[in-house]
């Protein structure tokens, strides 16, 4: 899963420059037996970790929608009671796929979350999700406030509306209120445990055995738990593979010891941030933002990266001659620094 890939090796990144090394997390004491309860991270995370905001929602690429067939779609469902609604444990919403024409793939499931059972709030977390796909992907309008938070296409709009869900208000009574930005920034869905203990379940106890190492302890297993929750056994091996591979450091290390680890962990991000400007499934929007969050601030600053690379914020889908030249230009740059 490309997503819960990325904001696991962000958290692995902040734990490294912490002064942790994988020999730390892999062969400490675990006290705590008890499985842990793991939830997607929210809509919109309020903390960073290794530099970035750890969101699923990464500029999914829609390019045509059929607002009427999406309205029809989202009324539709959210006129169902919970019990009635379409959830694959291996799909996930059977509806979404119809929404966007199967091109959200696997990452489906980290943007739409499975409900917890009898959630009052199952209806306006889907909205919220649904609206912010939209918002990600630049489509229609948008317009949030304390109590508002939807996107506009033509005659409809997806999201919550005055505290309350713009379709289905009459089954989705909870009303939200003045706390739609607190629920953005709340985990999602359904609680998981898990009988099996892996590499993910050590580093998120090591995480809290040690939260007065860590800035932002709900932050950084937020950022670990879709790979927990969807990750393959392959890519989960691979985490634990990553741990090994770092040399052991112990506190107190030398300057230049400090320097090396810097130096290998710039050069890691940057090869991975020139795979992901190779990667042509993405539209430009997209990789300059994945290469942001590679980048700032462990290779520039945000002010440098928009020099040099291009502006995030303001970047469309497909970059124009200039915006494409400049960003040629500075990954030779920055290829000449870290290669």
Not at 115 to 125: E, I, K, S, T
Not at 148 to 154: F, I, K, S
Not at 249 to 269: I, Y
Not at 299 to 315: A, D, I, M, W
Request: aromatic share 12%; with cysteine.
């Amino acid at each position: 899963m490309y997503t819960g890939g990325i904001l696991v090796r962000a958290a692995l990144r902040e734990l490294y420059a912490l002064g942790v090394t994988g020999h730390d997390v892999l062969f400490s004491a675990v006290t705590n037996t008890e499985p842990l309860a793991w939830q997607l991270p929210p809509i919109l995370p309020m903390g960073t970790v290794g530099g970035i905001v750890p969101t699923v929602y990464r500029n999914p690429r829609l390019y045509q929608l059929d607002a009427a067939k999406l309205w029809k779609l989202y009324s539709e469902h959210m006129a169902e009671p919970l019990d009635e609604w379409n959830y694959s444990p291996t799909k996930g919403f059977i509806l979404v796929h119809q929404m966007f024409n199967g091109v959200l793939g696997a990452e489906a499931k980290l943007m739409f979350s499975e409900p917890q059972q009898d959630d009052p709030l199952a209806g306006a977390v889907f909205s919220l999700e649904l609206a912010t796909v939209l918002r990600r992907a630049a489509m229609g309008s948008f317009r949030g406030s304390e109590t508002d938070y939807y996107v506009t296409l033509g005659p409809y709009s997806f999201g919550i509306k005055d505290g309350l869900p713009i379709a289905g208000s009459n089954v989705w009574t909870a009303n939200l209120g003045k706390y739609v930005r607190a629920q953005l920034a709340m985990p999602r869905g359904k609680v998981y445990t898990f009988k099996q203990f892996n590499v993910l379940d050590r580093i998120a106890f090591w995480a809290m055995e040690n939260s007065h190492v860590i800035p932002d302890l709900e932050t950084f297993i937020g950022a670990l738990a879709p790979l927990r929750i969807y990750g393959k056994p392959e890519e989960v091996l691979r985490v634990e593979q990553d741990l090994y591979a770092v040399p052991e450091v112990k506190p107190g290390f030398t300057s230049e010891q400090k320097r090396n680890q810097l130096a290998r962990q710039q050069r890691e991000a940057w090869q991975e941030a020139k795979s992901i400007y190779s990667n042509w499934s993405m539209n430009d929007k997209q990789r300059l933002e994945h290469i942001y969050d590679l980048m700032v601030p462990l290779l520039c600053t945000s002010t440098e990266f928009r020099k040099k690379l291009g502006n995030v914020t303001r970047q469309k889908i497909i970059m124009n001659a200039a915006e494409l030249e400049r960003f040629q230009n500075g990954m030779n740059y920055f290829e000449g620094i870290y290669k």
